[in-house]
Nanobody
């Protein structure tokens, strides 16, 4: 059984940083595209950042230069470092493997 457990969300002020973690079990993170996604209230879920098995990364335009996706193969964990947070970054953040296996989400709230 594949399980993804996100952590690291919280309430922060604009300009602060957070690091989200996604610990996977039941499947190695290095064989799939791993990604972070977010959904704000009343909006569709959007892709924030992805990392390919080869280590290539892609980011939504809205987070380029502020967010960094990374992974630790040994720990089977994917990370999302979020800097210079803005109120518009407020959302539930989900990690996923191959957009098939999803975590339960972690809330990020950025106050102005």
């Amino acid at each position: 059984q594949v399980r993804l457990l996100e952590s690291g969300g919280g309430l922060v002020q604009a300009g602060d940083s957070l690091r989200l973690s996604c610990a996977a079990s039941g499947r190695r993170i290095g064989i799939d595209v791993a990604g972070w996604y977010r959904q704000a209230p009343g909006k569709q879920r959007d892709t924030v950042a992805t990392i390919t098995p080869a280590g290539g990364t892609n980011y939504a335009d809205s987070v380029k230069g502020r967010f960094t996706i990374s992974r630790d193969i040994a720990k089977n964990t994917v990370y999302l470092q979020m800097n210079s947070l803005k109120p518009d970054d407020t959302a539930v953040y989900y990690c996923a493997l191959a957009e098939i296996f999803w975590g339960q989400g972690t809330q990020v709230t950025v106050s102005s």
